[in-house]
């Protein structure tokens, strides 16, 4: 199986897409100013106490206060307080925390008044974004993530990861761990770290201590409360760290910056494969040129049609989510009801599985198969769509079929579900139902140009039209791109997007930057 990431850059916002043998399996859309993500850091305030709860709310700069539960101050929360007030006396002078006095660890049954009191100045990490009407969720025990360590300050333990089978390779790397990390630090060795050299762990474990030295030296000088202390890398950066893997054929990128911070990454982490970061340069967008706009508007939306005409319907709300297997119009099998049911509910398990990290639903999930009557079918769904959620990332658990026929998914929920909205806004009318002739449409296409060109003096500029557009004004020797060409100047450029509607345009300038053009106003 061959992985390609392909990166859409836009002003706005970054939409990244992992396709697994030309199949999209991922995808992640995040805007460009977008703040409050896993893994970042901030010093703020205790707002309120909640005894009843046993947790706190914490202002980290959020419209809605973050959620601290008790559970979730970690075992060094004494430690790490004293080693903070330490901190802040000197605001000129880092005090080290290898010299820093370990205390005793919280009471696990202790209770939230006990330790914290409003108004204490505490540092938190997020380690859940602000999903619907809820504030972030937070930690006090920090932890540093790499590709092969995590780094959390105030432990002294080396763990390793389970899945390291080897007890030679999982003593190996305890051992050589113990030996280069400093006083008062925990690592985390993560499963990527097997059969590594102690040089690219060493790089790495310096790499986090240096991120610990610049949150805390932030705290340090920090004036305004609540500040942001540490900000996890780039969601590019972010997602290459846990999906990267050999078996990368590329990394496409269409924008220079951005293509630079990825090499950087992947010639620190992987020098050898360099290579597979490239630069898209086409000229139509590169969720086009890849297949992925077509893909996007086939998997999401409330119906996604699988195998056969068999479909699945979703159906989001606060609680959970809900998935309705239906067998469409397929025809049905000759060897009956029993095993036309077990051939639909195979594939929905598959489309399922593809769909749940797609979309990164997270949470409850309950999904209504279609009846079987045998229990080795119903065993046999059981195992199917346990391994095709082998390959998910998140952490989930997975209930056999109830006497009811439904089967219960819980996967770990970090951030808000993906949606991307499949539906298009009639672009011509805006939702009112009255539009103007079709055929006028290039005609409205030239009033723009013409006061592009004449009113504002823009030469160069590109157009961007539904593909159906582009091809009926390419057509013929004497197109009408080229009669508008000659008429406006050859800075015109014309590029078919299967991302718009059949009658929406969309100018940028010679930069990627939009031109707004659409006015409303147009509409009577």
Request: aromatic fraction near 8%; glycine fraction near 6%.
């Amino acid at each position: 199986m061959t992985s390609e990431l392909v990166i859409d850059v836009q002003p706005k916002d970054i939409s990244i897409a992992l396709t697994e043998d030309k199949q999209l399996v991922e995808f992640q859309k995040e805007g460009r100013s977008a703040s409050f993500n896993v893994g970042d850091m901030y010093f703020g305030k205790v707002k309120k106490i909640m005894p009843g709860l046993n947790a706190c709310f914490v202002d980290v700069g959020f419209e809605k206060d973050a959620f601290l539960h008790y559970l979730d101050l970690g075992s060094q929360f004494y430690s790490f307080q004293k080693y903070l007030k330490q901190v802040l006396s000197d605001r000129k002078k880092l005090y080290p925390i290898t010299k820093a006095t370990m205390m005793p660890d919280i009471d696990k049954n202790g209770t939230v008044s006990d330790v914290l009191k409003q108004g204490q100045e505490i540092i938190v990490q997020i380690v859940k974004e602000p999903i619907s009407t809820k504030g972030p969720r937070l930690t006090c025990d920090l932890s540093f993530a790499g590709r092969f360590l995590v780094l959390i300050p105030f432990n002294d333990k080396v763990s390793v990861s389970q899945k390291i089978k080897s007890n030679e390779e999982r003593a190996r790397l305890k051992q050589l761990i113990q030996s280069i990390k400093p006083k008062n630090f925990g690592v985390i060795v993560r499963t990527v770290a097997e059969g590594k050299r102690v040089a690219e762990l060493d790089a790495e474990l310096k790499l986090l201590l240096q991120r610990w030295e610049s949150m805390i030296t932030k705290v340090q000088k920090s004036s305004k409360l609540p500040a942001l202390v540490y900000e996890e890398t780039s969601r590019t950066v972010g997602m290459l760290r846990d999906l990267f893997n050999p078996s990368y054929e590329a990394i496409y990128v269409n924008d220079n910056t951005v293509l630079q911070e990825i090499k950087d990454y992947v010639k620190f982490i992987a020098p050898e494969r360099e290579s597979i970061v490239k630069l898209y340069t086409g000229q139509l967008p590169i969720f086009d040129n890849y297949g992925i706009t077509k893909q996007l508007k086939a998997s999401f939306g409330k119906i996604v049609t699988y195998k056969s005409g068999a479909y699945l319907i979703i159906e989001h709300t606060e609680a959970l989510h809900v998935v309705d297997v239906n067998s469409g119009n397929r025809s049905k099998s000759t060897n009956g009801q029993e095993e036309n049911a077990i051939d639909v509910n195979l594939g929905a398990a598959d489309e399922l599985a593809r769909q749940l990290r797609l979309r990164d639903m997270g949470g409850i999930i309950v999904v209504d198969f279609i009846d079987m009557n045998l229990a080795e079918n119903r065993q046999k769904l059981y195992e199917r769509m346990c391994k095709d959620m082998q390959k998910d990332r998140a952490k989930h658990n997975i209930l056999p079929l109830s006497k009811f026929g439904l089967m219960q998914i819980t996967r770990q929920r970090v951030r808000p579900a993906m949606d991307v909205t499949t539906d298009e806004l009639c672009p011509t009318c805006f939702g009112k139902g009255h539009i103007k002739s079709s055929i006028l449409f290039t005609d409205t296409l030239e009033n723009k140009l013409d006061y592009l060109v004449n009113k504002l003096k823009i030469k160069k500029f590109t157009l961007y039209i539904h593909p159906y557009v582009a091809a009926y004004v390419n057509k013929g020797v004497m197109s009408l791109k080229r009669k508008w060409q000659m008429k406006y100047g050859f800075g015109i450029k014309i590029i078919p997007d299967q991302s718009l509607a059949f009658l929406q345009y969309k100018f940028t300038d010679e930069h990627g930057e939009e031109i707004d053009m659409k006015e409303e106003m147009e509409i009577k």
